[in-house]
């Protein structure tokens, strides 16, 4: 099974993120990737994976029974999945991510204390989450 977990890293904002003050992803019609990762991560701190979180996300997509949990997460994770550094709140939306030792996880406004505090944290792997556009 391949991973998307990290363990004592930091993952900042994009360099082209569009906003300077973290956002709640907006509803538009069904939720989003985005709607459903905060939903789950900005209630839940230190509780959830990353993998925990992406199958999350594709399980509520799917609109899978949690008897299929099984079967689906090992098929989920048998191809390779995008990390969080390509997460829309991430790149988009202004939020931070910050994973324990266990590889937990739990997500900062860029503007906040904690993110200033982990993003200058060496003690942790510092990442940036992946560009929105392509520089030339």
């Known amino acids: ?3 998307t977990n990290y363990y004592n890293t ?3 904002v994009a360099e082209d993120c569009p906003v300077t003050t973290a956002e709640i992803p907006p509803m ?9 990762s905060f939903e789950l991560l900005i209630d ?7 993998d925990d979180v992406l199958f999350h996300v594709y399980a509520a997509k799917h609109q899978l029974r949690t008897k299929e949990f099984e079967t689906e997460k090992e098929r989920f994770f048998s191809k390779g999945q995008a990390c969080f550094r390509a997460s829309p709140l ?15 996880m739990a997500i900062y406004a860029v503007e906040s204390d904690e993110y200033r505090q982990f993003s200058k944290d060496k003690a942790i792997t510092q990442v940036k989450a992946m560009r929105s ?4």
């Open 28 to 36: 538009r019609g069904e939720k989003s990737i985005a709607n459903i």
């Open 90 to 104: 991430t790149k988009r939306y202004g939020w931070g991510a910050h994973f324990d030792a266990e590889g937990r």
């Open 10 to 12: 930091f993952i900042e």
């Open 133 to 136: 556009k392509k520089t030339e």
């Open 44 to 50: 839940n701190p230190y509780e959830f994976t990353s």
């Open 1 to 3: 099974m391949k991973t």
